[in-house]
C-alpha cells in the first residue's frame, strides 16, 4: 500500500537548490515483506527507486532517515538512479 506520511509527502530542497519528492509504497504484512522508495527531480530528469526485501526493510523513522540521504548524499542518490514512469501510483505496485 502506499503510504501518506507528511515526512513522504512533502518535497525536499537539496543543497544546490533541487527539489526532490518521494513516494513510498509498503507491504511488511505478507510473507515476504517488501519496500520502495521512489524518487525524482522536479522536472522528473532524475528519478530512482529503492528497493528494501525482507529483513531489511524499515521503520518509517528509518524510511524519513533514507530520504534525507538521498537528498543531501548525491553519490547515495546516484547508486539508485533509474528510470520511473509517471503517475508513479498508476505504474508501480498498489
Known amino acids: 500500500m502506499w503510504w501518506s506520511f507528511e515526512a513522504f509527502?512533502?518535497?525536499?530542497?537539496?543543497?544546490?537548490?533541487?527539489i526532490w519528492h518521494f513516494k513510498v509504497w509498503s507491504d511488511i504484512l505478507s510473507p515476504n515483506?517488501?519496500?520502495?522508495?521512489?524518487?525524482?527531480?522536479a522536472d522528473q530528469s532524475q528519478t530512482g527507486l529503492i528497493e528494501y526485501r525482507d529483513s531489511?526493510?524499515?521503520?518509517?523513522?528509518?524510511?524519513?532517515?533514507?530520504?534525507?540521504?538521498?537528498v543531501s548524499d548525491k553519490s547515495f542518490r546516484e547508486k539508485y538512479f533509474m528510470s520511473l514512469k509517471f503517475p508513479i501510483e498508476k505504474h508501480y505496485p498498489t
Open 33 to 41: 515483506p517488501l519496500q520502495f522508495i521512489f524518487f525524482w527531480n
Open 9 to 18: 509527502d512533502k518535497a525536499y530542497t537539496s543543497k544546490d537548490g533541487s
Open 56 to 70: 531489511q526493510t524499515l521503520h518509517r523513522r528509518r524510511i524519513q532517515d533514507r530520504i534525507l540521504k538521498i
